[in-house]
């Protein structure tokens, strides 16, 4: 007879299946830095197919900002040195592109992000969306000196941004050309994103381009049993931008054909042609 009471007594253990691990890996990309939108302007990765590996929201891209004098600023907004962003599969076909990325990113941010939202990611995104001016003044004084300034930036991407709510199975896709996904970003014209109090010609560069990819690593016998042979379908919101000029007139009606389904939002930007 036993002295413990029986609450004590473990029970024995029954064995079960390994289930999801997470993996960070960190990306750098095929095409040669540094980047500069007079030169080498687009910035190339390939996510590649790895073993039962599920590419997820918490992905994010990674760079090392410059200027090229101190009389270069920023333009007020989201710190995104992008025009377009373009996702393609192994084939050749596009899943994802985006025009007027710059635009889209900080309307984004403008309409969706909270104070205390862009306060706290301040130090590591760079937007000046949340600080006053002085102190945005002072800021940008740093990334003429040494190297430059670390900015991380989340895409507002609906395939590969924080509003997939899906993980992306990297790993059952056809990967014939070496890589799962191809992503290409091509870097904002210098008129767009900065400029001089001088009569320098304002210019920036991009070094040390990186993509921290999270990976769900699903074991064998899981992913035998939940997915095995099956196709999964992936459904993400796509973005699609729509050019007219305004030629001083007092009124103007946009007209815009495009075969879209299940729309949700659009939004009119009115801009110089020449800044943002």
């Known amino acids: ?25 960190t990306l750098l990309p095929v095409s040669q830095a540094p980047f500069a939108p007079d030169g080498n302007n687009r910035v190339i990765f390939e996510i590649p197919s790895l073993h039962n590996a599920f590419l997820t929201q918490r992905s994010y891209f990674t760079f090392t900002l410059k200027t090229n004098a101190n009389t270069t600023k920023f333009f007020r907004g989201p710190m995104c040195p992008f025009k377009r962003m373009v996702v393609k599969a192994p084939n ?39 600080v006053d001016q002085a102190m945005w003044d002072t800021e940008q004084q740093t990334f003429i000196e040494g190297s430059g300034v670390p900015v991380i930036f989340k895409p507002h991407s609906g395939l590969l941004g924080e509003e997939q709510q899906f993980f992306i199975p990297v790993n059952q896709i056809a990967s014939s050309a070496g890589y799962a996904l191809h992503i290409e970003l091509h870097l904002l014209d210098a008129q767009d994103f900065v400029y001089s109090t001088a009569a320098t010609t304002p210019s920036y560069q991009i070094t040390a381009m990186t993509y921290e990819t999270e990976l769900a ?48 939002n659009t939004y009119s930007i009115i801009h110089k042609p020449l800044t943002i």
């Open 1 to 25: 007879m036993s002295a413990l009471p029986k609450g004590l007594i473990s029970r024995e253990m029954t064995k079960g299946v390994a289930g999801v691990t997470t993996v960070r890996n």
């Open 92 to 130: 050749g076909q596009i899943l994802e592109d985006l025009n007027d990325f710059h635009l889209f990113t900080k309307v984004k941010d403008v309409l969706y992000k909270s104070k205390c939202d862009l306060e706290s990611e301040f130090a590591t995104t760079k937007s000046s969306l949340s």
């Open 217 to 264: 690593q699903l074991s064998n016998e899981l992913m035998r049993d939940v997915i095995g042979t099956k196709q999964i379908a992936i459904p993400y919101k796509y973005v699609r931008s729509h050019h007219n000029q305004l030629h001083g007139q007092q009124s103007y009606n946009v007209r815009i054909t495009d075969a879209a389904q299940n729309l949700e």
